[in-house]
């Protein structure tokens, strides 16, 4: 094994995780594809864990881009208990986050295995992305014209709303769908804007993701070899600091502009990746 050239690997498909995880376009998707044209050389075992706990680095993206919101404690005041340490909006919109992410952890879990078994298929992925690209197309022309959305920012997000928006990333569970995707797309659906729908998706990320990671390490093992660890930690580092560009012009994006565009990639590159599966 050429360990600088497995390296430059690590650092593409951490470009493309730190790019893909935030935009609602799927970055399990591009993984696999990604796999097919950058082969690593490393075990079957090493690359399911590998193209999962890369998305380490982009949660701490958003823990970094996002600090003052998620932090929940704040310098308290003597003589008035915790209580005033505790940030009570703060510690609500977390409760709201454990309760959205319920419904994938309660179905993703038992049938990790099964859905990494029979799912992660490009024909899989390319049914999603067309199927999911057409559903953004639908769900913003079906907007236009419509009244400002109800829900400006996160913390108007009440526990009904965090439910249903958990019940849309259930979907996310097959590859191709995109879990930022689903989430948005349930978030606006609901009456959020599409930058408090994004917001709150990126939250969702942070125990979804970490969960995904910590199961996919505690089946791979501890048995990393030194080269092992380095493509792990080079991969985790690209992704955070692309993912920080990501999400602060993604953002930027979508104040302006909607989701359409990203309907049309979608479905462009849904039925590429048919076309060249099929051609194969």
């Not at 050239?5 to 399990?28: H, M």
């Not at 998707?29 to 982009?58: K, N, P, R, T």
């Not at 879990?109 to 992660?120: G, N, Q, T």
Request: with cysteine; proline share 3%.
């Amino acid at each position: 094994m050429n360990l600088i050239v497995e390296t430059l690997k690590a650092v593409l498909f951490g470009v493309v995780e730190g790019i893909t995880e935030w935009l609602p376009i799927s970055s399990t998707g591009h993984m696999i594809l990604l796999d097919e044209f950058v082969q690593m050389q490393m075990s079957d075992a090493f690359m399911s864990m590998f193209e999962v706990v890369i998305q380490l680095g982009a949660i701490l993206a958003v823990v970094v881009l996002y600090f003052g919101k998620l932090w929940p404690f704040k310098k308290g005041e003597k003589g008035k208990g915790i209580v005033s340490w505790v940030k009570t909006d703060t510690m609500s919109l977390w409760v709201k986050i454990v309760v959205a992410i319920l419904p994938s952890a309660i179905v993703g879990i038992p049938l990790d295995d099964w859905m990494d078994k029979y799912l992660h298929t490009a024909p899989v992925v390319a049914a999603m992305l067309v199927l999911y690209g057409v559903a953004f197309i639908v769900v913003e022309r079906r907007q236009k014209g419509r009244r400002r959305a109800r829900i400006q920012n996160v913390e108007l997000i009440d526990m009904r709303m965090a439910l249903a928006i958990g019940l849309f990333q259930v979907l996310s569970l097959v590859p191709g769908t995109s879990r930022s995707g689903a989430t948005i797309l349930g978030g606006i659906l609901m009456g959020c804007s599409r930058a408090a729908a994004s917001e709150f998706s990126f939250f969702l990320s942070i125990p979804t993701m970490a969960g995904a990671s910590l199961i996919k390490v505690l089946k791979f093992g501890q048995s990393f070899t030194p080269g092992e660890l380095l493509v792990l930690g080079v991969g985790c580092v690209t992704a955070f600091v692309v993912s920080i560009i990501a999400i602060k012009t993604f953002i930027g994006y979508i104040k302006k502009h909607s989701f359409e565009a990203f309907g049309w990639y979608r479905i462009i590159l849904g039925l590429l990746v048919a076309l060249y599966f099929l051609m194969k």
